[in-house]
C-alpha cells in the first residue's frame, strides 16, 4: 500500500510538474491581448532634466520610439501603444515644456531641438535601448532624424507621420513663422501667438477630418491647458523660432536616408495644412522602397485613423525589425 502511495504521488508530482510547464511554455509563447497590456507612467532624470515617458511591453523586446509632435505629448500615442506592446518594447518620452516631464523657465533652460535629441538620447541610454524603430510626427520627426545623424546605427527602422525632412513641405503655412526665423523680432514672435491659442489647437485635430464625431474633444482640452500654464507660451514660441535651425540640416537628414535606407513606411494625413502631402512624396527621392499611405485625415492621424494605422504599423514592425 505504502509503495502505491508513493508511486501515486510521484505520479501526481510529474503530471503536476508537466502542467505547470506547459502552461508556462504557453505563456511564454502566446502574445497579450490589448487588454492585458499595462503601460508604465516613470519620470527619468536625465542631464538634469526630468523627463516623463510611457513604456510598455516586453523588457527584451525590439524598441519603438515614439516621439510626440506639437501641441502635444505622448498622449497622443494611447491608444497606439497597447497595439504593438505584446510583442515590442514600446517607449514615449515627452519632450521638456510638453506632458509631464518638467518645464524649466525658457530663460534658464534652453527649448532647442539639438537639446531635446540630446536629452531623447540619454534617456535610452539610461533605459538601455540601443537599437530602435522610431515613428516621428510634427516636432518628432527634427527630434528623431537629429538622433539619427547621432547614432545612425542604432535606427532599425521609421515610421513617418506628418513630419517634415524637406523644403516642399514648408508651404503657406509656415510665412508667418519663416519671417520670424528671419529677424526674431519681438513684432514677428507675438504675431505667432495664435499657434498656441484654443481655436488653433482645437484645428489641428478636427481640420481634414470627414467625421469630426470621431475626435475627442478630450484631446484639445488636455494640450490647452498645458499650453496655458504660466511661461509655456514662451517656451512654444522660442521652439518655433529654433525650428529654423532644422531646415538646414533636411541635406544631412536625406543623406542618412540615403546612405543608411533604413525601412521606412509613411502614414500621412494628406489634409493637413501645417504639414501637407507635398512632403511625404520627397521621401521617395532618398528612399525609394518606402511604403507610402496617404490617408483622407488631418495633423492628427492616429486619432481618426487608428484603425487603418494600427496594422499597417504593427505589420510594417513584423517584417522589419521583429526576430526571425
Not at 497595439?83 to 518594447?89: E, I, K, S, V
Not at 536629452?119 to 516636432?139: I, K, P, S
Not at 547621432?150 to 514648408?170: C, D, F, S, T
Not at 518606402?290 to 514592425?317: C, N, Q, S
Request: charged share 20%; net charge negative; proline share 7%.
Amino acid at each position: 500500500m505504502t509503495r502505491r502511495k508513493l508511486a501515486l504521488a510521484a505520479a501526481i508530482a510529474l503530471l503536476t510538474g508537466f502542467v505547470k510547464a506547459s502552461i508556462g511554455t504557453a505563456c511564454a509563447q502566446t502574445p497579450l491581448s490589448a487588454t492585458e497590456i499595462v503601460t508604465h507612467y516613470q519620470t527619468a532624470t536625465i542631464d538634469g532634466s526630468s523627463l516623463f515617458y510611457r513604456e510598455a511591453g516586453p523588457a527584451a523586446g525590439p524598441v519603438v520610439l515614439l516621439l510626440h509632435g506639437f501641441p502635444t505629448s505622448s498622449h497622443m500615442f494611447r491608444n497606439l501603444i497597447p497595439a504593438l506592446a505584446d510583442h515590442y518594447r514600446v517607449i514615449a518620452p515627452d519632450y521638456p515644456g510638453f506632458g509631464q516631464s518638467a518645464a524649466p523657465d525658457h530663460a534658464q533652460f534652453a527649448y532647442t531641438f539639438a537639446h531635446y535629441a540630446s536629452l531623447v538620447d540619454g534617456l535610452l541610454q539610461h533605459l538601455g535601448a540601443t537599437r530602435y524603430a522610431m515613428y516621428v510626427m510634427d516636432y518628432g520627426a527634427p527630434v528623431g532624424y537629429r538622433l539619427a545623424l547621432l547614432h545612425p546605427e542604432r535606427v532599425a527602422a521609421l515610421i513617418v507621420q506628418n513630419g517634415n525632412a524637406y523644403a516642399e513641405g514648408l508651404g503657406a503655412f509656415w510665412d508667418p513663422i519663416k519671417a520670424y526665423w528671419a529677424d526674431g523680432s519681438d513684432a514677428h514672435r507675438r504675431a505667432l501667438d495664435v499657434l498656441v491659442a484654443p481655436e488653433t489647437t482645437k484645428f489641428q485635430y478636427t481640420d481634414g477630418v470627414s467625421d469630426v464625431s470621431r475626435i475627442s474633444p478630450d484631446n484639445w482640452v488636455h494640450d490647452q491647458a498645458l499650453l496655458d500654464r504660466p511661461g509655456n507660451r514662451d517656451i512654444q514660441l522660442d521652439l518655433f523660432h529654433d525650428y529654423g535651425t532644422n531646415v538646414p540640416l533636411y541635406p544631412e537628414f536625406q543623406a542618412f536616408f540615403r546612405k543608411d535606407q533604413p525601412p521606412t513606411l509613411i502614414v500621412w494625413g494628406k489634409n493637413d495644412k501645417i504639414f501637407p502631402a507635398a512632403g511625404a512624396g520627397p521621401y521617395l527621392r532618398d528612399l525609394p522602397k518606402a511604403e507610402l499611405h496617404l490617408l483622407d485625415t488631418g495633423h492628427f492621424a492616429l486619432e481618426d485613423k487608428l484603425d487603418v494605422m494600427a496594422p499597417m504599423i504593427r505589420d510594417f514592425l513584423d517584417r522589419s525589425i521583429a526576430p526571425k
